[in-house]
């Protein structure tokens, strides 16, 4: 079977690189959230002793990438999906000019790519930014920020328009729509202790909301930039795929899961796709007395600046009950009713391929723009036999059920550009910090305080998915 669209692997910066402290680079928020200390993720607004960093050492991409590449390129990897960090290029996030170390390494990066013929897709920022950013500034509630990010963002496109095609402005921009934890993602901290928990931030949806108006526009600008810079970019919205079934048929439910998703998905992809907030989100931010400060000529920037794709993660889905009666999971930063039809990860997030067949088609029917999976895989504690071996079995069939229902959404119509499987190499947990939560079908020895050779070790998923790339040739 051939198919028409790219499958890759994909990373963050954060979680994989490490390099704290050296060469002048800037401290990022993830470099402030502890690992995981009592059941908790910490944020400690100083560097504390007593705590452990994981993003300190990542998996040590900053210094093994080379070897990475290797095995990337032995994969086959056609894609793949990383985020530059903006403290590496501009440690205060304020700096005019970025430091040449830090865009050195950025080349390096794009340049393995360039040898290994893997197409790069370029996150600008992946829920980060330096951390004097959100304490001087209070993160994305100032409009200061918008001017920062395009600094940063132009400065990028400049520098690596002849390597990198396709730009996503900010990881899960939706994530700015939870209460609590949509305050961590726009980086503002102002009522937080000196050390607090991530996941308990108290809730402004105010200064949520208005954060969010600012990255919309910083979005739409870079991108009206960009294509001043390079006619040949692609830009693209990334979300966090959500899929909440009805629990039961009563119409309430139905209401109820179809209200939700209009505000956590619609709110934001009708600004980047369609260039105006609707006017179910006005009605939404008046039931909740949020008032937009929107000054003269955003609106305007707003529909200049839209995106030509579509990316997203998925991970699981949950059940919605207008009554809110059903068992809790998680899944990516949601939490939702238990689907008594689907398994659930060691991490308590159910497996739904057929959720991911689901949005495909849903999302595509409604915006009609090509859609680009660019996180999906399975958080795993792996277990190192004694011969060395790690069989991964399931993330083989979690990978494969994915692929199959991508397959079938492609064969339904819907346009796809590309499939990053997500940690493709081990990395630290986003939401625990962990490093025993792995994705990769490569292996890394370090476990979650940090101790480990940091040597790279092939899965059994790693052949499965090598040959699964090859087998299924892409046509272009
Ligand atoms: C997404 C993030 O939210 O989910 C990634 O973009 C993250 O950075 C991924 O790693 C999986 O979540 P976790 O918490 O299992 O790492």
Sequence with gaps: MSRSYLIGGAISAQQAEGGFNSHGFGDSVSDHMTALTDGKRYISKKILDKYHYPAHHGIRFFEHYEEDFKLFAELGLESFRLSISWAKLFPTGTEKSPSKEGLEFYHNILDQCVKYNIEPIVTICHND????????????????????????ATCIFKEYKHKVKYWITFNELNGAMLEGIGMYLIGNFDQCDEVFDMHKIEDDPQIRLQSLHHMFLASAKAISLGREINKSFKFGSMFLGYVSYPETCKPEDQITALQNETVFLDYCADVMIGGEYSKVA????????????????????????????????????????????????????????????????????????????????????KYKIPMMVVENGLGAKDQVEESGEVNDNYRIEYIDSHLDAVNRAVEQG??????????????????????????????????????????RKKKKSFEWYKNKISQSKQIY
């Design 282 to 365: 006005k009605k939404y931010l008046e039931r909740n007395n949020i008032r937009l400060d929107i000054e003269k000529n955003d609106l305007e920037e707003l529909q200049k600046g839209t995106v030509d794709f579509y990316s997203f993660s998925y991970y699981s889905s949950t059940t919605t009950s207008y009554e809110n009666k059903s068992d809790s999971v998680y899944g990516n930063l949601i939490v939702g009713g238990k689907n008594p039809h689907l398994k659930t990860t060691d991490w308590n997030w159910s497996m739904d391929p057929i959720g991911l067949e689901y949005f495909l088609l849903k999302t595509y029917s």
């Design 129 to 152: 930014m330096p951390m004097n950013l959100a304490l001087e500034y209070g993160g994305w509630n100032s409009r200061e920020l918008i001017d920062f990010y395009i600094t940063y």
């Design 414 to 455: 819907v346009e796809v550009i590309s499939y990053t499987m997500w940690g493709v190499i081990d990395i630290v947990s986003a939401s625990t910090g962990q490093m025993s939560k792995r994705y990769g079908v490569i292996y890394v020895d370090v476990d979650d305080d940090g101790n480990g050779n940091y040597k």
